[in-house]
């Protein structure tokens, strides 16, 4: 039950809706999570509506959140493909159905507009919904082979973001593309968060090593970055600087034949994917977090870096730039720039100092702006303001 005009607020029913879900995806899905447990704790009433990987199916409830997976034909855990999305979407029409038939839903919430949006044409209209814009869901902020979809997807596309009560995008670089898209609607921003009590400083993995140790968590894709940190990497002499790759992905046999044609076998080391619950260890392992990505709408992997006391070294690209200020808790270089970001590397290698000053801004910023109950605050406030506009 909601409020509407003079009716108090007693408990919000949220149907949730994304085709990822851990251990499914990656930080939207991880987003999905964290928000939907911090909104029950909040007395809200949360059910998710997700895709399931080769080993769950049916339904389950964690941390108070009624989860409904859909077995879909996914190419691996982090590659959706087009088959599974189609038989999510085919699939998710009837059983959000089932569920908004058996339950009184206040508000739909949406990850993703395409494809998960898609579902609002074939659901109960008069159930009002939000949309949260991801990056790979927007029109031109992601390049690459998504990009015809995006031509041929765009007018249905905006036809989701003008039925949607309200547009929430992962950051303000992101919802200035969206405006560009649709100018007709506003767009608010909410980030991502972190869960600052497992992501926190560790100090004692750093004790009498003589390494410095640099940190890349992400999917292993071209757009990433990695090809010119490495490149980055060959240009700088000191050989006590050492690289950790953690992550898969169809780029990595190209990364690898990089790293052995730049004799930086010694250096470099790919230790493949690691479990979401071990990255607090590995990031309390490194002494500088480095991801020259050009085209993340966030970079879920900065915000964890940062809550664990890593001064982080960015690409001038994307929403990572509303949340590094150059020289503070971090350094941004121009994207592509190997040289400019083999640099701000070595400038962070032999200053002990610089890095103790960007890990105390760092664990304070996430502290003060990204917890996943203040970002779940931030939703649930949206929820009550559409709610009591219809």
């Not at 041929?152 to 898209?181: E, F």
């Not at 071990?278 to 050009?294: G, H, K, R, W």
Request: charged residues 20%.
């Amino acid at each position: 039950m909601v409020k509407v005009g003079r009716i108090v607020f007693i408990s919000m029913q949220i149907l949730m809706i994304n085709y990822e879900f851990p251990p499914v995806g990656g930080g939207a899905g991880r987003a999905t999570q964290n928000i939907s447990k911090e909104l029950v704790k909040m007395g809200t009433h949360v059910t998710v509506l997700t895709s399931a990987g080769k080993n769950i199916t049916g339904n389950t409830v964690i941390d108070g959140v009624h989860i409904h997976f859909i077995k879909t034909h996914r190419k691996s855990v982090h590659h959706t493909g087009m088959f599974a999305v189609a038989e999510f979407l085919i699939k998710g029409m009837m059983y959000a159905k089932r569920l908004i038939y058996h339950h009184k839903y206040d508000l739909i919430h949406y990850f993703f507009s395409i494809p998960t949006g898609l579902l609002s044409f074939s659901l109960n209209k008069k159930i009002p919904y939000i949309v949260s814009l991801r990056g790979g869901d927007v029109p031109e902020y992601i390049s690459g082979e998504v990009q015809y979809l995006h031509q041929v997807m765009q007018p249905l596309n905006r036809t989701i973001w003008r039925g949607a009560s309200d547009i929430v995008a992962l950051s303000h670089d992101l919802g200035k593309v969206a405006k560009i898209i649709e100018p007709e609607r506003d767009y608010r921003v909410i980030y991502n968060g972190v869960d600052t009590d497992r992501f926190k400083p560790s100090s004692h993995a750093k004790q009498n090593r003589l390494e410095i140790q640099l940190l890349s968590v992400c999917r292993l894709l071209p757009w990433k970055g990695l090809q010119y940190l490495l490149t980055a990497l060959q240009l700088i002499d000191n050989q006590r600087i050492h690289l950790t790759i953690v992550g898969t992905g169809h780029y990595e046999q190209v990364l690898k034949k990089q790293t052995v044609a730049s004799n930086l076998t010694n250096r470099v080391s790919f230790v493949g994917a690691i479990a979401h619950e071990q990255l607090p260890e590995i990031y309390n392992q490194a002494d500088i977090f480095v991801l020259p990505s050009f085209g993340d709408s966030f970079g879920q992997v900065f915000t964890e870096a940062m809550a664990c006391g890593l001064p982080v070294i960015a690409a001038r690209h994307g929403g990572v730039q509303e949340f590094v200020e150059d020289g503070i808790n971090g350094f941004l270089v121009p994207p592509h720039d190997s040289k400019t970001l083999a640099i701000m590397i070595d400038r962070l290698a032999v200053s002990p100092k610089l890095r103790t000053t960007m890990r105390e801004n760092n664990i304070q910023k996430v502290k003060s702006h990204f917890s996943w109950y203040y970002i779940a605050k931030q939703y649930k406030g949206v929820y009550k303001q559409v709610l009591q506009s219809v």
